[in-house]
């Protein structure tokens, strides 16, 4: 492929084939991403759909995101996109082993969203084109499948689409031979972080219940920070009989400190009240179980101002026991650099127990929708809530906190009724119009809400039938007949959790 080269104003080298707007190469150059196309005003649009049969809804980016200027696609138009040099060179260009281009530059888009570059679409950029054709061989798909995926993938693909076509056949036993996994090392864009542009205010919001000793620990470490917080705000849910009112005012903090005692139940009305509170121009989101090191607040605004973006992920390590501290951290910090680069990859996660968001998002989505508390999801509903709307959410390697996860306390204490039956268990938020009666909802009627409210009925059907796949496969091979005998009452689980889901979308999104 040849491409020509545009020398932006900031000194840096873009490549591009087709026919761009120019006048937006020097911006781009500027700001956030490494690649941009039109694609999905080219007819691209949702092309190559069988990627479906390996994620469904696990992975944020299997449908492409519309009515956006703006967002991050993997579907690379190769008839026209721009990319920054250095970038081109690392991922090697387009692998010429696939027969179609477009297949190629979908991998390559691809590449990039697992290993530290950002592909988006950009609107305006190339001219529209809707009644582009185009086609893509079976036996790429299948290479494709190969080359990304461990191989049972490739034979679900087959099942799912063309089980019964000798065509597909063929070209599922081809793409054995000669092609193997792809081993791409990560792209590290920015070896170090810029300093702080400017004195911005940041909130730090605690939803806690019934962890008081361990939140007055994370409010020491909020201390000790190299770029103090503005405020701290804790909304805290512990019964009145459980608690000790004045613990959080027992010390002078270098910050304002905000405690709201919740009435409210549930984690995701938890932080709408603390948002609603803030007044930062920086959001950080943590959980009550948390330890986090003198540099966790800079290396987050840090992060943000020298990539651009308003939505990031840290870094959570998991503790081996909550009596561990920040030592502990230290030494499990320097092991996992040691052993993986620290990539700013595109985030298929939003993690409330370390994130950070810049004031502006929240015009778009101002919170979390409390549909779902008492069940699962909320975090992943509110990144991708961001994602569809055209943010930037990355992840951050660099504030790194240590996470507790103690036995006992957190708002997993409601959560934990769901999978109690009968007259003992408490009515969750989530039932609405009906209760669980005697058959338990699986999966959490929460998690199919989530994917009636951000898929298609395509890949919500196809996460339906995985679903009973997984059930049936995911275990020793003298438990699958158990398991098909089961099966009828699985399949009353699934519906059942289906019409909970339905009724939370038929009420739509609650902030309040």
Known sequence: MQLKEYKARNGESLLYTGEPDLSLLDGLA????????????????????????????????????QGVNSC??????????????AVWEYFGGLNISYRSSIMAAFAMGYDMIKNGAVPMYYKGLFPENQNHTHSIPVSDKFQFF???????????????????????????????????RDRIKGFNRFQQLNSIQGKPSVSYIIPTMMRQSMTLQLLQDLANQSYTPTEVIIVDATPEQDRSAGIY??????????????????????????????????????DDDIRIPSDFIENHIRFMQTYHVDACNGLDIRADHPAQDLNDLSKKRSEYFQSTAALAVVSNNFN????????KVLDEVPGNDINYDGGYGEDSD???????????????????????????????????????????????PWEINRTVGLIRPVPSPTIMYYALKHFGSITVNEYKIKNI???????????????????????MQLNKSLKFAMDLKSIGVRIK
Request: net charge positive.
């Open 30 to 65: 500027e700001g956030a991403g490494d690649l941009w196309h039109s694609s999905l005003d080219r007819g691209y649009c949702n092309a190559f759909h069988e990627i479906v049969y390996q994620t469904h809804i696990a992975w944020w980016y299997v449908e492409d995101f």
């Open 72 to 85: 991050i696609n993997w579907r690379v138009d190769p008839t026209g996109f721009v990319v920054r040099k």
């Open 146 to 180: 190969v080359h990304k995926f461990r191989w049972p993938h490739a034979l679900y693909l087959l099942m799912r689409a063309g089980l019964f076509n000798p065509i597909w056949h063929l070209a599922f036993w081809k793409a054995f031979v000669g092609n193997k």
């Open 249 to 286: 005012l027992q010390n002078e903090w270098p910050f304002h400190l905000q405690v709201v005692w919740q009435t409210s139940k549930g984690s995701c009305r938890a932080r709408n009240e603390g948002i609603e509170r803030s007044t930062g121009d920086y959001i950080v989101f943590g």
């Open 352 to 359: 409330n127990a370390n994130s950070c968001i810049s004031r």
């Open 382 to 428: 509110f990144g991708l809530s961001l994602v569809k709307k055209g943010y930037l959410l990355l992840h951050n390697p660099f504030s790194v906190n240590l996470h507790l996860k103690p036995p006992a306390g957190g708002y997993r204490f409601w959560g934990a009724q769901s999978k109690i039956v009968g007259r003992k268990r408490k009515r969750q």
């Open 469 to 491: 796949f997984n059930y049936l496969t995911s275990c020793k091979w003298w438990v699958t007949p158990i398991r098909l005998l089961l099966l009828p009452h699985r399949m």
